[in-house]
């Protein structure tokens, strides 16, 4: 009687340990989860705080984050080949300088710069988007840069585009980097906004060549505007 008695005892025992880590576990995931997200916002917090910003402007931690969040990713893939990233900043005015190159190997932003976006696209403000030809309009996402080449806007830069239905289809659009006389101070002080491309990224004639040669073969560029 007294066996049995501790049989049904141990029984009872082990059923209540099995059970108890059987329901533990996925509190245990997700506190993993919660870890890897705190991780890496915290890497990127301690980024953006300690960015030698040359004297430009910092972005908005908002689109960093987004920009960081892809870049990483795309790195993990060994889909892009540098410590370079493109950030540029739709949300923001044409007039303003909403386009930074960031050297993420030595934490310093390289360069600041306007940027145009697509003539269907908006007037001052970027706020319509497309990856359908011929719609003259910008594209959000991530790009890989690729190859320069002289065209007519001079030397410019070939763009993939790496999220699919968004921005897919850059190539086959001639979405490229160059630089175009209606992206400039004196454009904006005539007209009170950037001059419009047809969906590419047109910067300051000056200063193209200079980015191009820093961005091309492989390095990320993100476009982004607020969901």
């Not at 997700?30 to 990127?44: G, I, K």
């Not at 910092?58 to 987004?66: A, D, Q």
């Not at 659009?173 to 969906?199: C, K, P, T």
Request: proline share 2%; glycine share 6%; net charge neutral.
């Amino acid at each position: 009687m007294i066996y049995k008695t501790i049989s049904i005892l141990l029984i009872g025992f082990f059923s209540f340990v099995i059970n108890a880590n059987l329901s533990s576990k996925p509190e245990s995931s997700t506190l993993v989860m919660a870890t890897v997200d705190n991780s890496f916002e915290t890497n990127v917090e301690s980024i953006y705080n300690n960015l030698n910003t040359n004297n430009f402007s910092l972005p908005s931690k908002n689109s960093f984050t987004k920009a960081m969040e892809g870049y990483f990713e795309l790195k993990k893939k060994d889909i892009i080949q540098n410590e370079i990233l493109t950030l540029v900043d739709y949300s923001l005015s044409s007039i303003e300088n909403r386009l930074w190159v960031i050297d993420l190997k030595n934490n310093t932003i390289l360069f600041q710069s306007l940027v145009s976006h697509g003539r269907n696209s908006g007037d001052e403000f970027a706020n319509i988007f497309s990856n359908k030809p011929e719609s003259y309009k910008s594209s959000l996402g991530f790009y890989l840069t690729g190859e320069t080449y002289f065209g007519k806007h001079g030397y410019s830069l070939r763009l993939d585009g790496l999220d699919k239905g968004v921005n897919s289809n850059a190539r086959d659009r001639a979405i490229v980097v160059h630089g175009a006389d209606y992206v400039s101070e004196s454009f904006i002080e005539q007209n009170g906004r950037l001059g419009r491309s047809l969906g590419c990224l047109a910067l300051i004639k000056e200063l193209t060549k200079e980015v191009i040669d820093t961005i091309k073969n492989k390095s990320c560029i993100f476009v982004y505007y607020p969901s």
